[in-house]
């Protein structure tokens, strides 16, 4: 079973993550940020992880380090998840609609981490979240995780539905690339022979 458990304590934020990358779409979310926990569960059904995210932060602030912190956690959990990452698959890519919207998610599980973002949003907030903390969020998650990751929003208008077609894009990729391809499951797909930086 690739599976793994973090806590991430800091004066700000105390984040307990538990993850099973072959799992069924289990979650159980509690950020204290409504529309977080809805992205995150969209993360953990689309993509098969099992997931669970129990955080309490300084929301009395704002948002922002719960958000990012949230992102490393759940990066570092995928990251510990997938071990030496022998077998996977590596690349993937996922085009989501959603109504009017379609964006794309592209990534590599390189261990060489980063985010290309194009999406903009025409709205400050989603609920009590600020739609500038999800650039945030993919950010901590694409460092923590070692993950190449370029997202974007081809077309949309409604600010909800482009967003959650990016988290639904992301829990796509990750699930085609972090499945074993059988014809090499013993083997780490480079010709370094690692995926750890």
Avoid at 4 to 12: F, G, L, V, W
Avoid at 18 to 42: A, C, K, P
Avoid at 149 to 159: A, P
Wanted: hydrophobic fraction near 40%.
């Amino acid at each position: 079973m690739r599976t793994a458990s973090i806590e991430r304590n800091t004066k700000e934020t105390k984040i307990r993550i538990e993850l099973n990358l072959d799992g069924t779409g289990v979650y159980n979310v509690s950020t204290g940020i409504g529309f977080l926990d809805h992205m995150l569960e969209q993360l953990s059904r689309h993509s098969l992880m099992d997931l669970k995210v129990l955080a309490e932060g300084d929301l009395h602030i704002d948002g922002h380090h719960t958000t990012e912190d949230i992102g490393i956690a759940v990066g570092r959990a995928v990251k510990e998840a997938l071990g030496d990452r022998c077998g996977i698959t590596r690349y993937a890519s996922a085009l989501v609609p959603m109504d009017e919207t379609l964006s794309r998610v592209a990534l590599d599980i390189s261990g060489r981490p980063y985010l290309v973002w194009n999406v903009d949003f025409t709205r400050d907030k989603l609920g009590e979240m600020d739609t500038e903390l999800f650039k945030e969020w993919f950010e901590a998650f694409a460092g923590a995780s070692g993950i190449t990751l370029h997202v974007e929003n081809l077309y949309g208008i409604n600010n909800h539905h482009i967003i959650e077609s990016i988290y639904k894009g992301l829990a796509r990729s990750l699930r085609t690339a972090m499945e074993i391809d059988p014809r090499r499951a013993d083997e780490v797909p480079s010709t370094k022979g690692t995926l750890n930086g």
